[in-house]
């Protein structure tokens, strides 16, 4: 299998590169001419930004540039070697020589990644460097890297000496972990003990350890950049690192988890050697978000399509709204899609508390997220929605973690993650929202919509501005609620033309991010994930569910929320100017072709302006701030 990915034509052992960006250009030509990549700007683009995540650079004069990217074709691994060294950046401030960069498609099978571990034991195999750097020819080059190790018998003087457990994982999951497995199991092999080695890669987790296993263990070793279940480790004697430590010095890292203090739950980041620091760019508020919108999006795209599918075959126009008949099997259908979307809320905001907080975190995010969501708890006629969720999740994690944070006796300690941290934590979070946080935001609403009423009959362009940009704010929660229940009572007085604006406001935010993803793919301005909920945010838009764009709007609010805004405004706007009115307390352009709209062409226009308003805006936006990263980078 390794012969697929390594060829003589893909070793270049004469680079000519003399800076770190050339020795990339310089490969990834290589890749190119070899018709593994079909894309070479794009693929720079992905080394560059796997890069941004943390130097790939080892000691030893070893480089490892790599990256998941759409632009790869097939699988393959370029070298290269300079013989006068780079810059790279390398931790023992040395000059690179040898580079093997890894070109992994995206998306598509994960079989070279059983392949890029058997690279890895290679890489710190002694004296393979010295052999490589000093090969005359490409064919003699693939030799040494084909070359099987003879096993290495350990010495009966340091057998049995006891069991040790690793945790690895690099944040694109390719090469360091793998790396770092190796490094592991060579490391304990020569000081005689036995070792599992779980591997946080890209194809999931492999290798877990059992709870037997833990219990046995005589010391973890947790050399990972990413997040892990830290709980399952409490009582034992652990220590906590980067992805690169072990390939440093394995041994060393085996030795200091053998002396570690015992771990205490939730306390990972005292336990942490020193100087060994996770390298990264993104703060810690943002993986926390990530972690919260990663897990939510199963639930939006799953609830979305199955109100999307209902409404769209079920759905009948009436003057409460879209409406499905009581027993069809559309009505059962719609009820499954309603219990996924009354879920992702507190996903959101229990995920966001799980990655601050881990284990103890999860129950009280997740009741927090509900109760955030529930505007019955404080007097609300709405809930926060997913600006809530965010506050609750991030209020919950750090309460909880300094809660798990405390010196306890060892006869309460166990009862910390399980018991005492959940139960505090979900107090702690009802309180805030029921009688902290609540009572302004019930405030808010009752204030918003005497607004509303206020302005009902002034000009109808400052109405349409204000009117959808409540709408494109927070997609379900107070503002958005507040317009929308707003122009539902003005239905019943007989005043049309508000429940018109709003319905062409509503479907442009998940209509909008549905066309960004289009337009900012190739920009490599959206991850694969997003990329995919665009899908499905364009089908909730077609039937004026808004909350297709939420996940959007919680990983990059800086970008989303303005865009959607500004879209929204100008369709509400055209809306009024048209005389566009609509007679059921629904919007999105099922509501225009079912006959609900009195001018629909004109609606579906205003919709379809406001959708691209959004869309440009947005890509505009996150060009921009991109660019300002790279600048920073740079």
Avoid at 63 to 77: C, F, G, M, Q, Y
Avoid at 225 to 235: I, P, Y
């Amino acid at each position: 299998m390794i012969t697929k990915l390594i060829n003589e034509n893909l070793i270049k052992l004469e680079l000519q590169a003399q800076t770190k960006e050339e020795v990339f250009k310089e490969l990834i030509a290589v890749l190119h001419a070899q018709g593994r990549i079909s894309d070479q700007e794009q693929f720079l683009i992905d080394i560059k930004a796997r890069e941004e995540l943390g130097n790939t650079g080892f000691e030893e004069g070893i480089a490892l540039p790599h990256a998941k990217s759409a632009a790869v074709i097939e699988p393959a691994v370029a070298i290269g070697v300079s013989k006068s060294g780079i810059e790279y950046g390398a931790e023992d401030g040395e000059l690179s020589k040898l580079f093997f960069m890894i070109a992994s498609p995206d998306g598509g099978d994960n079989h070279h990644i059983e392949v890029l571990a058997e690279l890895s034991s290679k890489l710190i195999e002694d004296g393979f460097i010295e052999k490589f750097l000093s090969a005359t020819n490409s064919a003699q080059a693939l030799e040494l890297l084909l070359a099987k190790e003879a096993p290495v018998q350990a010495t009966s003087a340091i057998e049995n000496q006891g069991f040790v457990i690793g945790v690895t994982g690099c944040p694109a999951g390719v090469a360091h972990t793998y790396l770092a497995a190796e490094a592991l199991e060579k490391g304990a092999a020569a000081l005689g003990y036995d070792i599992k080695v779980e591997t946080n890669g890209s194809i999931g987790v492999k290798n877990s350890p059992t709870a037997e296993e833990i219990a046995k263990a005589d010391a973890i070793i947790v050399a990972c950049d990413k997040q892990v279940d830290m709980a399952r480790f409490a009582g034992k004697r652990v220590v906590k690192t980067n992805v690169k430590a072990p390939i440093r010095d394995a041994q060393g890292l085996i030795k200091e988890a053998l002396n570690a203090p015992l771990y205490q739950a939730e306390a990972g980041s005292e336990t942490q050697s020193a100087g060994s620091k996770v390298a990264q760019t993104r703060s810690n508020l943002y993986r926390y978000l990530m972690n919260g919108v990663s897990h939510m999006i199963p639930f939006v795209v799953t609830g979305g399509l199955l109100i999307a599918l209902a409404l769209a075959v079920g759905g009948e126009p009436t003057e409460a709204g879209m409406a499905i008949p009581d027993g069809s099997m559309w009505n059962q259908i719609l009820q499954v899609g309603v219990v996924a979307f009354t879920l992702m809320i507190p996903i959101l905001a229990g995920y966001i508390a799980y990655a601050i907080a881990d284990r103890p975190g999860l129950a009280p995010g997740l009741i927090g997220g509900w109760i955030a969501n529930n505007g019955s708890f404080y007097g609300a006629e709405a809930g926060t929605g997913f600006i809530g969720a965010i506050i609750a999740g991030l209020l919950v994690g750090y309460f909880v973690k300094w809660i798990t944070s405390l010196n306890y006796h060892k006869f309460i300690q166990p009862l910390v993650p399980i018991m005492i941290a959940p139960i505090t934590g979900s107090l702690f979070i009802a309180g805030m929202f029921i009688f902290i946080i609540g009572a302004p935001i019930a405030g808010l609403m009752d204030g918003l919509n005497a607004m509303l009423t206020s302005m009902s009959t002034g000009n109808v362009v400052l109405l349409g501005i204000v009117l959808g940009g409540m709408a494109g704010f927070d997609m379900g929660g107070p503002f958005n609620k507040v317009a929308f229940l707003f122009s539902v009572g003005m239905i019943a007085s007989g005043q049309t033309q508000f429940m018109g604006a709003m319905a062409c406001a509503i479907p442009v935010a998940p209509l909008g991010m549905a066309l960004a993803t289009v337009l900012g793919r190739k920009l490599d301005l959206f991850e694969e994930s997003e990329i995919e909920a665009g899908k499905a945010s364009g089908a909730m838009g077609l039937v004026g569910i808004s909350e297709g764009a939420i996940p959007f709007a919680a990983q990059d609010p800086m970008s989303v929320i303005p865009a959607n805004v500004l879209g929204s405004m100008v369709a509400a706007v055209m809306a009024f100017s048209f005389g566009i009115t609509n007679s059921v307390a629904h919007g999105g352009p099922v509501v225009a072709l079912l006959g609900a709209m009195n001018l629909p062409l004109l609606a579906l226009l205003s919709m379809a302006t406001g959708a691209v308003v959004t869309a440009l805006t947005c890509v505009t936006l996150k060009k921009l701030r991109k660019a300002k990263i790279q600048a920073a980078a740079a």
